[in-house]
């Protein structure tokens, strides 16, 4: 019986280890305020990987274009097969690659950067 569970220990500790091991993902970071507010409307684009910034928006589906997305700083991003989750702080995955999600405007935010401060996830509506 503790044979069991000394193994047991041992392949849970394995498997542990291997969820850390998942590629990191870079991602371009901005500063947001702690007091901001978002407009409740927006661009809509697909999020998708992209070899220079990690995440990169397209327009639609068949755009050529990329154009750089923000995170607030404590979000990262790891690959999971060939698509790339971003994770809040929190760990909570808040955006998938493949996915299309609106991205409205901080209202305290003149830089014209796109950032991902007020995500709204379409894919799941």
């Known amino acids: ?3 069991g569970v000394v193994v047991g220990a041992i392949v849970a500790l ?3 280890g291997c969820a850390d091991n998942r590629e990191v993902v ?7 305020p702690s007091e901001h507010g978002c407009y409740l409307y927006g661009p809509s684009y697909f999020l998708v990987a992209d070899p ?8 639609s589906e068949l755009d050529g274009s990329r154009y750089m ?11 999971v097969g060939t698509e790339v989750e971003i994770s809040a702080p929190s760990g909570r995955v808040v955006a998938v690659t493949g996915h299309q999600y609106m991205f409205p405007a901080m209202s305290d935010d003149d ?6 401060a007020c995500l709204i996830n379409f894919s799941q509506q």
């Not at 830089?111 to 991902?116: D, E, M, P, Q």
């Open 1 to 3: 019986m503790r044979r």
């Open 69 to 79: 997305v923000y995170w607030p700083r404590g979000y990262t991003a790891h690959r």
């Open 26 to 32: 870079p991602l371009s970071y901005v500063d947001v």
């Open 52 to 59: 220079s910034f990690g995440v990169a928006l397209k327009m």
């Open 14 to 16: 394995a498997l542990a």
């Open 111 to 116: 830089s014209g950067r796109i950032t991902a």
